[in-house]
C-alpha cells in the first residue's frame, strides 16, 4: 500500500485555520485521498475524500495539486472540539483502509 | 439511526483466558471490518466480512483470533489465550455495501486489557 507522511502534532488556538499537510510521492493513478478524524475514546470517523483540486464540505476543505504528490486538510476556525487525531489514508479498490499514526492536532483557548 | 454498537466498551481479563467481543453494525450495512489499536498507532484492519462470510481474513495476527457474523449482521470476534500483547483498542466498522467508495463507519471499540 502507497505510504503517506504527516506531522505528528501541530498546536492551534481557537479561531484559526489549522492545515495540515500530508505526503504521498508514490500515489497510484487510481488512489483517492481520504481524511479520518478520531477524537480520544472514539472510533475513527470520515471526514472528506478527493481525487484531484478541492473538495469542501461542511466540516473542511481538502486541496490536491496536480502532481497529487501532497494534499492538505484545512479546518477553518478550529475549536477546542476539533482536538483530536487526523488521518490521511490512500485507497484505490481496497476495502483495506490504512492508517498511518496520524496528525495530533491540539485546540488551545 | 443508530451508529455502530460495540460491547463491552472495556474488558479486563488474565492471560490465558479466552474473550468474546461482540460489534452491531448499521441496520442494512453488508459489509463489516475489525481494525486494532495499539496506543499511538492508527488502527490496523483485521478482517472483513460481506454478508455471513469472511471475505478477507489476512489481517488476523495468528489462529488465536477467530471472528463469525452467522446471520450477517452482528459479529463477534473471538480470542483464545490471550496474551499481554493483545491489549489494544478493537474497534468494528460497517459499511453500506463494501464498495471501495463506501465509507467506513467506525464503533467506539472495546478497550482490551490482558494482565
Known amino acids: 500500500l502507497a505510504k503517506t507522511t504527516q506531522p505528528i502534532s501541530m498546536d492551534s488556538y481557537e479561531g484559526q485555520e489549522v492545515n495540515i499537510t500530508c505526503s504521498h510521492n508514490n500515489i497510484a493513478t487510481n488512489d483517492y485521498i481520504t481524511w479520518y478524524q478520531q477524537f480520544p475514546s472514539q472510533g475513527p470517523r470520515f471526514i472528506i475524500q478527493g481525487y484531484k483540486t478541492k473538495v469542501t464540505n461542511e466540516v473542511a476543505s481538502l486541496f490536491i495539486p496536480a502532481d497529487r504528490k501532497s494534499s492538505t486538510l484545512s479546518l477553518p476556525r478550529v475549536s477546542l472540539s476539533d482536538t483530536a487525531v487526523y488521518y490521511c489514508?490512500?485507497?484505490?479498490?481496497?476495502?483495506?483502509?490504512?492508517f498511518g499514526a496520524g496528525t495530533t492536532v491540539t485546540v488551545r483557548a | 439511526g443508530a451508529g455502530v454498537s460495540q460491547t463491552p466498551s472495556n474488558k479486563v481479563t488474565e492471560k490465558g483466558k479466552y474473550v468474546e467481543l461482540r460489534c452491531d453494525p448499521i441496520s442494512g450495512h453488508t459489509a463489516l471490518y475489525w481494525y486494532r489499536q495499539s496506543l499511538g498507532q492508527g488502527p490496523e484492519f483485521l478482517i472483513y466480512?460481506?454478508?455471513?462470510?469472511?471475505?478477507?481474513d489476512s489481517g488476523l495476527p495468528n489462529d488465536r483470533f477467530f471472528a463469525v457474523r452467522p446471520e450477517g449482521s452482528v459479529s463477534t470476534l473471538k480470542i483464545q489465550r490471550t496474551e499481554r500483547g493483545d491489549s489494544a483498542v478493537y474497534l468494528c466498522?460497517?459499511?453500506?455495501?463494501?464498495?471501495?467508495?463506501?465509507?467506513?463507519?467506525f464503533g467506539p471499540g472495546t478497550r482490551l486489557t490482558v494482565l
Open positions: 489514508l490512500l485507497g484505490s479498490n481496497d476495502y483495506k483502509l490504512s
Open positions: 466498522a460497517s459499511s453500506f455495501s463494501g464498495a471501495r467508495s463506501d465509507t467506513q463507519y
Open positions: 466480512f460481506q454478508g455471513t462470510g469472511a471475505a478477507d
